[in-house]
């Protein structure tokens, strides 16, 4: 067999490579994917972000919390209101004693309407309860949004992510398949001994598998995203790589992030209302044991008429509680512990909070650094890229090849800083309660 010219050996490795390498650049591991009639093709972060509040478990199992809540204020504030109620009785009845009339018709209507006047705090107390507890749960909400806002950024990411590592990856699988063909047409000529072609085939098929595995993650980072977007028939196949202008915002002090973070984070509200709930739920409880004032009238009409029956009637009611049983003081000391589990939880979280605060400015001015780190290397494998374009005009295939893989993982771990850096400053966003304020309006698509 006659060894084909080196030129020509590495004019069709060169052109195999770009083939592969166009494939890459177009999406072609889903090329045979249709658009998705669920989301729109190409998908933006932005667009993305715009679901963030279409039915989804997550938000449906907070929302019917705070449907509770609203319910228990409701139920709360019944309480002070009036009661009405319309008293229907057939009655028929036969005297002992023996009467000319025989059976008689003792049949009644009464009308009764209740309305408490004061019960010294009670009611307040169980209204104040309610109402703070529902201040609470709408605060989880907005927080159980914020988080949903995180997630879907983060998916997108991971798609993003998925896709260039996959680049990548067939990169490095090309240029092994390359040599490894190289080697064949060596050994066939008897040049190479059967164990360096058994190398270069394993490390072929090691790279094959590299890709493989990524190729699937392409999948699984997109069902990923589908299912927080409540579209888990409907897999996203092209992304949209968003512009990131927060990511230019200066590393904010410590201080002032702390100060923010205290005063305005949505769970320490939320733990600040559950304290007050508390309380309040304490006073209810030491009010149960005060009289309870109320009046009531009474409208009625009987067929049979009696000195001791009123048609009409007005009364005021004082019920004075005397003694329970201990049930009151058994309440009072459970509402006590519960006033004090609740205090206890919102030190220990704001004691969390600086420790996260600090944790998070840190990250983000690491992140910071390894940026600029990252957009140098980039830079840097970009000239080394055309550098060898210049120079190895015939052995595109294997040196070209290998700088290509190079400047594309450099432009992958460029991407992978950049969102880490735009998920960190969501999360500090996240946690002073500005994040669903501000996030419109720092996202913008790159078509």
Same mark, same amino acid.
């Given at each position: 067999?006659?060894?084909?010219?080196?030129?020509?050996?590495?004019?069709?490795?060169?052109?195999?490579?770009?083939?592969?390498?166009?494939?890459?650049?177009?999406?072609?591991?889903?090329?045979?994917?249709?658009?998705?009639?669920?989301?729109?093709?190409?998908?933006?972060?932005?667009?993305?972000? #715009?679901?963030? &509040?279409?039915?989804?478990?997550?938000?449906?199992?907070?929302?019917?919390?705070?449907?509770?809540? =609203?319910?228990?204020?409701?139920?709360?504030?019944?309480?002070?209101?009036?009661?009405?109620?319309?008293?229907?009785? !057939?009655?028929?009845?036969?005297?002992?004693?023996?009467?000319?009339?025989?059976?008689? %018709?003792?049949?009644?209507?009464?009308?009764?309407?209740?309305?408490?006047?004061?019960?010294?705090?009670?009611?307040?107390?169980?209204? &104040?309860?309610?109402?703070?507890?529902?201040?609470?749960?709408?605060?989880?909400?907005?927080?159980? @949004?914020?988080? #949903?806002?995180?997630?879907?950024?983060?998916?997108?990411?991971?798609?993003?992510?998925?896709?260039?590592?996959?680049?990548?990856?067939?990169?490095?699988?090309?240029?092994?398949?390359?040599?490894? %063909?190289?080697?064949?047409?060596?050994?066939?000529?008897?040049?190479?001994?059967?164990?360096?072609?058994?190398?270069?085939?394993?490390?072929?098929? %090691?790279?094959?598998?590299?890709?493989?595995?990524?190729?699937? #993650?392409?999948?699984?980072?997109?069902?990923?995203?589908?299912?927080?977007?409540?579209?888990?028939?409907?897999?996203?196949?092209?992304?949209?790589? !968003?512009?990131?202008?927060?990511?230019?915002?200066?590393? !904010?002090?410590?201080?002032?992030?702390?100060?923010?973070?205290?005063?305005?984070?949505?769970?320490? =509200?939320?733990?600040?209302?559950?304290?007050?709930?508390?309380?309040?739920?304490?006073?209810?409880?030491?009010?149960?044991?005060?009289?309870?004032?109320?009046?009531?009238?009474?409208?009625?009409?009987?067929? @049979?008429?009696?000195?001791?029956?009123?048609?009409?009637?007005?009364?005021?009611?004082?019920?004075?509680?005397?003694? *329970?049983?201990?049930?009151?003081?058994? =309440?009072?000391?459970?509402?006590?512990?519960?006033?004090?589990?609740? @205090?206890?939880?919102?030190? *220990?979280?704001?004691?969390?909070? #600086?420790?996260?605060?600090?944790?998070?400015? *840190?990250?983000?001015?690491?992140?910071?650094?390894?940026?600029?780190?990252?957009?140098?290397?980039?830079?840097?494998?970009?000239?080394?890229?055309?550098?060898?374009?210049?120079?190895?005009?015939?052995?595109?295939?294997?040196?070209?090849?290998?700088?290509?893989?190079?400047?594309?993982?450099?432009? /992958?771990?460029?991407?992978?800083?950049?969102?880490?850096?735009?998920?960190? /400053?969501?999360?500090? %966003?996240?946690?002073?309660?500005?994040?669903?304020?501000?996030?419109?309006?720092?996202?913008?698509?790159?078509?």
């Amino acid at each position: 067999m006659r060894e084909p010219s080196p030129a020509t050996t590495c004019q069709r490795r060169a052109a195999s490579l770009a083939l592969v390498l166009v494939f890459t650049m177009t999406g072609g591991v889903f090329a045979d994917e249709l658009p998705v009639e669920g989301l729109p093709d190409p998908l933006s972060l932005e667009q993305a972000l #715009r679901l963030l &509040d279409i039915s989804h478990p997550t938000l449906e199992a907070a929302a019917a919390v705070v449907d509770d809540a =609203r319910a228990a204020l409701a139920q709360a504030k019944s309480n002070s209101g009036v009661d009405a109620y319309l008293e229907l009785i !057939p009655r028929t009845s036969e005297p002992a004693l023996a009467l000319d009339e025989g059976r008689i %018709d003792d049949s009644r209507a009464r009308l009764v309407i209740n309305k408490p006047l004061y019960d010294f705090g009670y009611t307040k107390g169980r209204k &104040d309860t309610a109402r703070l507890t529902l201040d609470s749960r709408q605060l989880a909400f907005l927080d159980v @949004r914020q988080q #949903r806002y995180i997630e879907i950024m983060q998916r997108y990411f991971d798609v993003l992510l998925a896709d260039m590592r996959y680049a990548v990856d067939n990169e490095a699988m090309v240029v092994r398949f390359l040599d490894f %063909d190289k080697a064949r047409e060596r050994h066939a000529l008897g040049i190479l001994s059967d164990v360096k072609l058994l190398e270069l085939e394993s490390m072929y098929q %090691d790279g094959l598998i590299t890709r493989t595995k990524t190729q699937q #993650r392409q999948s699984s980072t997109r069902a990923a995203l589908a299912q927080v977007l409540n579209q888990p028939d409907s897999l996203p196949s092209q992304l949209v790589r !968003p512009e990131l202008p927060d990511n230019e915002r200066e590393t !904010p002090e410590y201080e002032d992030i702390l100060r923010l973070a205290l005063e305005h984070n949505p769970n320490l =509200r939320q733990l600040r209302r559950e304290v007050a709930a508390a309380e309040a739920a304490l006073a209810a409880e030491r009010a149960s044991k005060r009289p309870v004032i109320s009046a009531e009238l009474e409208a009625a009409e009987y067929e @049979r008429r009696l000195a001791s029956r009123d048609e009409l009637r007005a009364s005021l009611n004082i019920h004075i509680p005397i003694y *329970q049983r201990g049930a009151a003081g058994a =309440r009072i000391a459970a509402a006590m512990a519960q006033m004090r589990k609740q @205090r206890a939880g919102l030190t *220990q979280a704001e004691y969390q909070m #600086r420790q996260v605060v600090i944790d998070l400015v *840190q990250e983000i001015e690491t992140l910071r650094v390894e940026r600029r780190a990252a957009r140098v290397r980039s830079d840097y494998r970009d000239l080394a890229l055309q550098e060898a374009r210049g120079r190895y005009e015939l052995e595109m295939a294997t040196t070209l090849g290998g700088v290509t893989i190079h400047l594309t993982e450099a432009q /992958w771990l460029a991407d992978r800083v950049e969102f880490q850096l735009a998920l960190a /400053w969501a999360r500090l %966003d996240a946690l002073t309660g500005r994040l669903l304020e501000s996030s419109h309006n720092t996202l913008q698509g790159e078509p």
